[in-house]
């Protein structure tokens, strides 16, 4: 359905003259300016500015998770910039998206969340610890414990009777995708529990991430070889023998991030060698060195999810730059020669900044949305990941509190989706023609 709507703004392109963002990545006043324009564009999707708007959650088609990982790339953007203009709606958001556990599992989201869902929400959490990003009041759940009971819940889900493990994509059987097992899923946890390791100095999570990565690569989600790839998942009916060979740009940011972190943490050579083998693999996803999400992108045909992963690959690399350095130089070519591709891309819309998908064409390509501008300001703030400090840990600055056995033994309540049988749908006839009469002799009363 978008196409038609793109074809009119690619026309209205050609008519109109673009402007597109002025950037000097070696001078950080350009550099700032320009994220600002980006920033604020993605902050015009933001539902919690306006009145009957829900705090946290950004409007529709936008899902609950990709709330959550936008609120990431702001978080990254008070980071990496410098600027506090949106620091207050972080914490607000973060903190009102809690839920009553403290887990990322909300009662307005939790009948149709998915267990990469939660993950995300608790990615952005963890990047509020290794930034340091100001704690909430001491009666509001803490940025750590945050994220460890995201992790202790979702290992709490660890389904050892399929697949011999894993994470199955839903955490709820009445929602499609129940029966499948994707990558995102363990690797966010994977991730997750490779973050706190080196945060904590807390070898379990050591041992958490080796199992989450060992049945990855058991399963065949991971493959080996002159090009390390990841796959996107597979199904539980057949036992997860048939692998879905999808490649996503945020599955990849996911795993090598992870290895980097880990080879940090322990200074193990075989991390350094799968976060190298891994970026290698990376390279599918650049054309001509700039970012590209080779499974859609080329088509046309992302849909709202999938235009917004780039955003997750340049996050996850600046980590992964900042946590080995032997990646840096490749990593930082990319990230450079994106951000010029960016600048020049976004230059659509009334505002003559907004951005598009494809930053290989002539200007803006017409396409724009959240996900559009998240991956421009990730890819324009991480030109920044090895000016800025390492994320700290608690030995090195992090302030925020925690509680290893967060989460654990908390039951999560959800409200499955009423089911109606054919009795209950006759009775409701019944009622309804019985109101309906009702206000129908109410109406010929008042008239009489």
Not at 83 to 108: C, E, K, R, S
Not at 159 to 178: M, S, V
Not at 209 to 231: I, Q, R, S
Not at 339 to 356: K, L, N, R, Y
């Amino acid at each position: 359905m978008w196409r038609p709507l793109v074809l009119v703004l690619a026309l209205l392109r050609v008519l109109s003259p673009a402007k597109g963002l002025e950037l000097e990545l070696s001078d950080l006043s350009s550099l700032q300016h320009a994220t600002s324009l980006v920033a604020d564009g993605l902050m015009d999707y933001y539902e919690g500015f306006h009145l009957g708007g829900t705090i946290g959650m950004f409007t529709n088609p936008y899902y609950w998770w990709q709330s959550g990982a936008a609120f990431g790339s702001m978080l990254d953007y008070w980071w990496y910039m410098e600027n506090d203009t949106y620091h207050d709606a972080i914490m607000q958001a973060i903190v009102y998206q809690a839920g009553d556990n403290a887990d990322f599992m909300p009662l307005n989201q939790t009948t149709t969340e998915g267990n990469d869902d939660q993950g995300f929400w608790g990615i952005t959490a963890m990047a509020a610890v290794e930034r340091n990003f100001t704690n909430p009041p001491e009666d509001e759940p803490q940025w750590l414990y945050l994220v460890q009971a995201t992790v202790n819940t979702m290992w709490e889900r660890w389904d050892l009777e399929h697949c011999n493990g894993g994470l199955r994509w839903q955490i709820f059987q009445w929602n499609a995708g129940y029966n499948y097992k994707n990558t995102v899923s363990n690797a966010c946890l994977f991730q997750l529990s490779a973050r706190l390791a080196r945060y904590t100095a807390n070898d379990t999570y050591i041992t958490l991430a080796e199992e989450a990565f060992d049945w990855m690569y058991g399963a065949g989600f991971l493959t080996e070889g002159d090009w390390w790839f990841v796959y996107d998942g597979a199904f539980v009916d057949d036992n997860c023998t048939e692998i879905v060979m999808l490649q996503w740009t945020y599955n990849a940011g996911l795993m090598v991030s992870g290895c980097a972190y880990l080879a940090n943490y322990t200074g193990d050579e075989m991390w350094l060698d799968r976060t190298e083998n891994f970026l290698h693999g990376i390279q599918v996803f650049t054309n001509q060195s700039v970012f590209f999400e080779a499974a859609c992108q080329g088509s046309g045909n992302c849909n709202t999810d999938q235009r917004s992963f780039k955003a997750y690959l340049a996050r996850f690399l600046g980590l992964t730059a900042q946590m080995v350095p032997s990646t840096a130089e490749t990593i930082m070519n990319w990230m450079n020669t994106s951000a010029v591709a960016v600048a020049q891309s976004c230059s659509g819309g009334t505002d003559g900044h907004t951005c598009g998908m494809n930053w290989l064409a002539d200007g803006w390509d017409g396409f724009y949305g959240l996900g559009e501008q998240m991956s421009a300001l990730e890819t324009l703030q991480n030109t920044r990941a090895l000016v800025r400090p390492a994320p700290y840990t608690a030995q090195t600055g992090g302030s925020s509190q925690g509680d290893p056995a967060a989460g654990l033994g908390v039951k999560t309540e959800a409200v499955p989706p009423l089911k109606l049988t054919n009795a209950d749908v006759a009775g409701a006839a019944i009622i309804t023609a019985i109101i309906g009469l009702s206000v129908i002799a109410g109406a010929i009363w008042l008239l009489l």
